[in-house]
């Protein structure tokens, strides 16, 4: 089947569990995030050029891939770390202003926590709507929805309160039938 003409269903693929590290430089507070797939975070100091890192925290995480059952379209998410639901911690930030409006409409708000190179970055908008068509697709609830937005709706990444999705098993529902 084309792609492009495809309503496409979306399958997890290449799943790798892993942690989402997050490691601060005690010289200039430079924070930066990364998956490690190893089977336990990695907790030492070291110096890489002008940076002193210190292991800062990690959750466990998984990163994936999707691909369509019907066309077989692949989708990478090499630089997605996790999805964190909103918290309202925050009344100023744009996220959870989304998160309130939606709320009366059933729906869920995850943003898709994205690092590449240490950094935040944004998902496109195309991996934002894979994301969000998967999950609804394997929601049990009627009515209830999903929506996953790019990270930097997030007033401050750094005192975001928000929850990092941690149940697998969710990630790896089947579809409701």
């Known amino acids: 089947m ?45 110096k890489e050029g002008e940076h002193y890192w210190d292991y800062a925290g990690s959750a466990q995480s998984i990163q994936f891939n999707m691909r369509c059952s019907s066309c077989g379209k692949l989708v990478t998410f090499e630089n997605l770390i996790g999805l964190m639901h909103c918290a309202g911690c925050d009344e100023n930030c ?8 939606c709320e009366s409409q059933n729906i869920w708000v995850y943003a898709g926590l994205c690092y590449a190179a240490g950094a ?6 195309d991996k934002l709507e894979v994301l969000t068509a998967y999950f609804v697709s394997r929601l049990r609830t009627p009515g209830k929805k999903i929506l996953v937005l790019p990270g930097s709706l997030r007033r401050s ?13 969710m990630l790896s529902l089947e579809p409701a039938t």
């Open 94 to 101: 744009y996220l959870n202003t989304v998160s309130q409006i």
């Open 2 to 46: 084309n792609a492009d003409k495809c309503g496409h269903t979306w399958k997890m693929t290449d799943v790798r569990d892993g942690f989402i590290v997050t490691e601060r430089c005690y010289h200039c507070k430079l924070v930066r995030v990364y998956f490690s797939p190893e089977d336990t975070p990695p907790k030492e100091e070291y």
């Open 120 to 125: 935040e970055i944004d998902l496109a908008a």
């Open 157 to 169: 990444p750094e005192s975001c309160r928000g929850e990092l999705l941690r149940d697998v098993g």
